[in-house]
């Protein structure tokens, strides 16, 4: 029994109003994602070279790195050579099964909070520009009201016109409070700010926002770094979490992102964003593999509740779908 | 760079094939796949790939490796000259026939409608003289509308805006009245970030085309994007029936693959690229430059032609002549130094030559801020000093250093260099330039051996 069925006889269990939600969200992406593999199943009477490039093109769609797909491919061919198959529509549990088995890759995986119970948490959130940061923080502070926590928020992005409002008007809706600095200004001293009034308030998580940066900018990066030593400097094991924020659309710039933002600050996580439209966000396979950074959330609408924990489970079972009722 | 320049990839396909005369199926079909996976990894859509190897493979068989190019430079050569074609052969420009102008800027959340609005507004008031006014009719991102306000603000630009209240529909046709009213002759409208299947905001930007019958429609598109650009550009091409479309970002480390699929399914040109997060950081597109970014610009025949264009043949024939008569000053070593920025940035240069790619990299950042420095000085000196250095005195240095604000031993550092630079200048001069060779014998030759007849005796004594 391959994890494919594993993964059906675990859903059954699972609440069923979550399990919708992300269906439904994930809805876009995973019918042409499922139905392509369907299709091409039924096109092909046998396994031969040119099912494996048609193979390799869906994947390559869902913007899984080149060299990803090849790995994964090739782990299919050895399989399907060992295990004699023949007929294509066996072939699916066999790439469902190894997609699964490439992203666990016998690593630890949480998707929750690694809060301090001890001292402030603080949750540091970089990106790129326009990836959904200051929208993911909105989001996750609720989900963090929700449990219970006492949240409070840095309007450290000074430098895009607006930014600052944009968190501000978040914060207003969520009732928590938001800690400004002048717009131009340094970000590392609105982030030292609201440690200090995080600290007196005795708030349970700080989050903070940054402006976004490309990853090949030396400066942005540098500044990135001396946040990060403000930082330290106030909560010794700060920040608990810093969670690159990655769009669904990204390609294959995405391993780049993770790489050059992972050189300045440990990434403890991905959130991966817009994943309602039809983009696949298959980069985060790619970035798992190079650089062993899992997805912790995932972002399904712009409404405050529109965040999900990341289930590799449901992912997998999203996006094959069609294969699933068959 | 996370990727490899497509002629190192090409290398090792082409050691096959070395000192074969024309490119045939069997020799292609290895490079063929290697072009496929450079371009899959420039984020270009792969059904787009496909059509373009097809057709890269039907233009390239037959022909003959002409000259001393090796088969694989012929090869980037047909697939640069095929991306080009592509990509459009000719500069886009703005439609700003009609009276007024209506501009409308769609595009995914995040994709940088807002900054790329503040940007073209700035471009044609300051470039073109218009009058522009920004509408801001994106009511549902918080805080949009003050986004929008705070560039009007730095660009000293009205904009429109009704707060978030009211219908993004009825926004537009009360700013039309209001540009008509104010003699605006351009209308940029700022909508919302939308995903290409949500209907009803689909249906929202159809109604405000309807209203605004806007000249130019321009999509905006995110060069980090990857495969998913085809079903953005092609839902909103069915939606709206786009002019043209905007590539941001492009200052990052990404291909930009994402340039090609939007032609190839929209047929629309792309009229500007964004370069960086400043107001003016935006630039026309250029199809050429595009095809080097996407190939990984890895091939020393673009170098030479991208040397051939830049390089201004003029100045560069007058500072060779001034070089031979000896009377090369700091102003000609600055105009040099600006011929080679035109090129782009040093590190992008590099890149073109092959094995350069493995060296270190070189901080654009660093070698701008040099240059910044020697054109300080360099401007800080009159025009007598700049011809000829060497009647610097101390008194002179003074002016100078206090001039540009730097130190007197910056500006020393500085005329040491140019006196390098000369005396290599005064070597390359005695250069015969149909030869190549040295016309006269080198003075002193700095190769001699001084263990030359020893060698000569050891092997004789072997022998």
């Known amino acids: 029994m391959g994890f494919f069925s594993k993964i059906k006889e675990t859903l059954v269990g699972k609440s069923a109003k979550q399990n919708d939600k992300y269906v439904a969200g994930l809805d876009k992406s995973n019918s042409s994602f499922s139905s392509k593999i369907n299709e091409l199943a039924a096109r092909y009477r046998e396994i031969d070279d040119d099912y494996f490039e048609e193979l390799e093109n869906i994947l390559i769609m869902s913007d899984v790195g080149v060299n990803m797909v090849m790995t994964i491919v090739d782990e299919i061919k050895k399989e399907v050579r060992l295990q004699n198959i023949k007929d294509p529509k066996e072939i699916n549990e066999i790439i469902i099964d190894k997609m699964f088995v490439i992203y666990a ?67 207003k809706r969520l009732g928590i409070e938001c800690v400004k600095g002048k717009e131009g200004g340094d970000p590392s001293s609105v ?136 | 760079m996370a990727f490899e320049s497509l002629s190192e990839r090409l290398q090792e396909s082409l050691k096959k094939i070395r000192g074969q005369a024309t490119l045939t199926e069997e020799n292609m079909d290895e490079m063929l796949r290697e072009i496929r996976l450079a371009l899959l990894e420039a ?49 886009s420009e703005l439609d700003l026939s009609k009276k007024p102008t209506v501009i409308m800027m769609v595009g995914l959340q995040g994709s ?148 090609l699929s939007i032609r190839h399914i929209t047929h629309v040109p792309i009229k500007f690229i964004g370069t960086g997060e400043k107001l003016d950081a935006i630039d026309l597109f250029y199809p050429d430059r595009m095809a080097d970014r996407i190939l990984g610009m890895g091939d020393v025949v673009s170098l030479v032609e991208k040397v051939q264009d830049v390089y201004d043949e003029k100045e560069t024939m007058k500072t060779f002549e001034r070089m031979k008569r000896g009377t090369f000053g700091l102003d000609d070593m600055l105009e040099q130094m600006h011929q080679v920025r035109k090129l782009g940035p040093l590190s992008g240069i590099l890149k073109m030559i092959p094995g350069m790619p493995k060296m270190p990299q070189i901080n654009d950042e660093d070698t701008d801020k040099k240059l910044k420095l020697t054109e300080s000085i360099i401007y800080s000196m009159t025009l007598e000093e700049r011809r000829d250095p060497s009647i610097l005195n101390a008194k002179r240095k003074e002016r100078i250093a206090k001039g540009c604000g730097r130190s007197v031993a910056d500006v020393n550092r ?50």
Not at chain 2, 69 to 88: A, C, N, R
Request: hydrophobic share 40%; glycine share 8%; aromatic share 4%.
């Open chain 1, 105 to 171: 890759n016998d690593s630890y995986m949480t998707t929750k909070i690694n809060y301090d119970d001890e001292d402030l948490t603080v949750i540091l959130m970089i990106g790129v520009n326009g990836a959904g940061k200051t929208t993911t923080i909105a989001k996750l502070a609720h989900m963090m009201l929700n449990e219970g926590k006492t949240v409070m928020v840095a309007a450290g992005d000074t430098f895009r016109a607006g930014a600052i409002d944009q968190l501000d008007v978040w914060a």
């Open chain 2, 112 to 259: 940088g409608k807002t900054t790329t609005s503040g940007k073209i507004a700035k471009l044609l008031s300051k470039k073109y003289s218009k009058n522009p006014l920004l509408v801001a009719a994106d009511i549902y991102r918080p805080a949009a509308v003050d986004q929008l306000k705070t560039l009007g603000e730095q660009l000293d630009i009205p904009v429109f805006e009704k707060g978030t209240d009211v219908k993004a529909e009825q926004i537009v046709s009360e700013a039309m009245n209001y540009a008509y009213a104010n003699h605006h002759d351009v209308v940029l409208i700022d909508t919302a970030g939308r995903l290409h299947i949500d209907e009803p905001l689909m249906n929202e930007l159809q109604n405000i085309k309807d209203i605004v019958h806007p000249s130019e429609i321009l999509l905006v598109v995110d060069a980090l994007t990857g495969q998913d650009i085809v079903n953005v550009a092609q839902s909103f091409h069915d939606h709206l029936q786009i002019t043209g479309a905007v590539l941001t970002k492009l200052d990052g480390d990404s291909r930009g693959g994402g340039a």
């Open chain 1, 191 to 326: 982030v030292f700010d609201a440690l200090k009034r995080a600290k007196e308030q005795k708030v349970d998580v700080l989050i903070c926002d940054t402006a976004g940066r490309l990853q090949n900018k030396v400066n942005l990066m540098n500044e990135l770094e001396k946040m990060n030593r403000i930082i330290k400097r106030v909560v010794p094991q700060g920040p608990q979490e810093t969670l690159l924020v990655i769009d669904a659309t990204t390609g294959q710039n995405g391993v780049s992102q993770a790489q050059e933002f992972s050189k300045i600050t440990d990434i403890t996580g991905l959130v991966l964003t817009k994943m309602d439209g039809t983009a696949k966000g298959g980069i985060v396979l790619s970035i798992k593999d190079a650089l062993n950074i899992p997805v912790k959330f995932v972002g399904l609408g712009e409404q405050m509740d529109d965040l999900q924990e990341f289930d590799l489970e449901q992912y997998i079972y999203g996006l094959c779908k069609g294969l699933l009722e068959k």
């Open chain 2, 414 to 463: 500085l005329i040491k260099q140019f006196e390098a630079s000369k005396q290599m200048m005064k070597q390359m001069g005695n250069l015969d330039p149909t030869t190549g060779m040295p016309t006269q014998r080198p003075q002193n030759r700095m190769n001699f051996n001084p263990n030359r007849k020893k060698e000569r005796h050891k092997k004789k004594k072997k022998r």
């Open chain 2, 43 to 91: 984020d270009v859509n792969f059904q787009v790939v496909k059509e373009f190897i097809a057709n890269t493979k039907q233009k390239a068989l037959g022909q003959d490796v002409l000259g001393s190019l090796k088969p694989g430079q012929v090869v980037v050569k047909i697939v640069h000259d095929e991306l080009v074609e592509l990509l459009g052969t000719t500069v």
